[in-house]
């Protein structure tokens, strides 16, 4: 009965067009009227407690560094990189989309900041050179949702706090499952353009690779400088945050010098705002999280789900399929803030390793991110590049199709993620 009054709260007031995290409150508010507890300061001071997390200082920082990768010329070098690399292979643009989205995503950590990034720059290259507008879209789609996966990540850092992970593992077992996606993503685009006739960029010499080379090595250093550090413990997550922004705002005023104090105000003016929107979002979940577990909600869902509890592997495909399916209509942040205090429970009781559960959960809301009807990524596209979102679908759909099979794949051989993940982390 709880459980259904309060998603049935939570989902009335999303199709009202409220936004999340009001919606949260309201059916956290719910839940306590019911339970007979109801109290306006309970609410506020559950809201504060749910945002005093050291852990979420990392949440700013990261976003800082992320804005100043977008301005200060570290994307323009990773891009022309990438060119010199992989351009003079057939369909090479594309070829040079999925490597700079893997060289991105460990700069950034967002994927509507990566997919901006690339829309931004290599659309137009990929039009003028006469590739199709839908299937540049989709894969510069596809190739945006790899941010997530791939330390510094957002959306890791958020699901770590929720679901009470090591947001150092998460990062470091991102590695793996990030760079097979970017290896899907080249099978699929090699398998497109087995037949294309488009002319291929002429071939990067070995000078012109040096001086891009040389040219992007500051920005190259920064992710090593992040998962290097995690790993040998000279940091934490949130103090490799700091480390990040520093760095990021030091590379592009001192080294690249394309970063004015005026476009850094900027740049921490819209780090602020982004910031304070996750925040208030993660404090209204965190009210309702713990609303959830005064009211045994999660034994509510393990007394459905009690019969997969022996088979570890199917209790992670049907989690799947859920969160497939709320991921189309749901952005990622929310789904892990509503969904990942339920299954929690379950997964530790089934025996899953938390830091398995929590990747899959991430690259499972990521495929969210580009599929119909809210794919906030696939919006971005679409507005940057001024195509139909009925383009953006035909064109990623493809790319959507692989995932899922590797998604599949990591629920059938899980150790494909679980073996190097605990190599990596030691």
């Not at 945002?51 to 022309?80: H, Q, T, W």
């Not at 398998?191 to 040096?210: G, H, V, W, Y």
């Amino acid at each position: 009965m709880t459980l259904a009054l309060f998603l049935a709260v939570l989902i009335g007031a999303i199709l009202l067009r409220l936004p999340v995290a009001f919606a949260l409150l309201l059916a956290a508010g719910a839940l306590m009227l019911n339970l007979g507890m109801f109290s306006a300061d309970i609410l506020s001071q559950s809201m504060i407690n749910g945002v005093d997390n050291f852990a979420l200082l990392a949440i700013p920082f990261f976003m800082i560094a992320g804005e100043v990768m977008a301005v200060g010329g570290l994307s323009d070098r990773i891009v022309k990189l990438a060119m010199t690399l992989v351009g003079h292979w057939r369909g090479g643009l594309g070829y040079v989309a999925i490597l700079t989205s893997l060289l991105l995503a460990g700069l950034s950590g967002s994927a509507v900041a990566d997919a901006a990034a690339l829309v931004s720059i290599l659309y137009p290259m990929m039009r003028k050179s006469g590739y199709p507008a839908f299937r540049s879209v989709g894969l510069l789609a596809a190739g945006g949702i790899i941010a997530p996966v791939i330390p510094p990540s957002l959306p890791l850092i958020i699901l770590g706090v929720a679901g009470n992970i090591s947001i150092a593992k998460l990062f470091i077992g991102g590695i793996v499952p990030g760079l097979l996606m970017g290896l899907a993503l080249m099978v699929t685009w090699r398998f497109m353009m087995r037949k294309s006739d488009l002319e291929p960029q002429a071939k990067a010499s070995r000078a012109e690779r040096l001086k891009a080379l040389k040219e992007s090595v500051w920005a190259l250093l920064l992710p090593v400088i992040i998962i290097v550090g995690i790993r040998f413990g000279v940091f934490t997550p949130t103090e490799a945050a700091v480390v990040a922004a520093v760095y990021a705002i030091f590379v592009s005023t001192v080294v690249y010098r394309e970063m004015s104090l005026a476009k850094l105000a900027q740049v921490l003016k819209s780090a602020g705002r982004s910031t304070a929107l996750v925040m208030f979002l993660v404090g209204a979940a965190m009210v309702a999280s713990w609303v959830i577990t005064i009211a045994q909600l999660p034994q509510q869902l393990a007394e459905l789900l009690g019969p997969l509890v022996d088979n570890p592997r199917l209790l992670m495909a049907a989690i799947m399929v859920v969160v497939l399916l709320v991921g189309m209509v749901m952005d990622l942040a929310p789904a892990i803030l509503i969904l990942v205090p339920l299954f929690m429970p379950l997964v530790r009781e089934a025996g899953i390793d938390p830091i398995y559960f929590g990747l899959m959960f991430v690259i499972n809301c990521c495929i969210g991110l580009i599929t119909p009807p809210v794919g906030t990524v696939l919006n971005v596209v679409c507005g940057i590049s001024k195509t139909t979102m009925s383009e953006a679908v035909r064109g990623v759909y493809p790319f959507v199709l692989v995932y899922i099979a590797l998604l599949s794949l990591f629920v059938l051989i899980p150790q494909i993620i679980t073996v190097p993940m605990h190599w990596l982390i030691g």
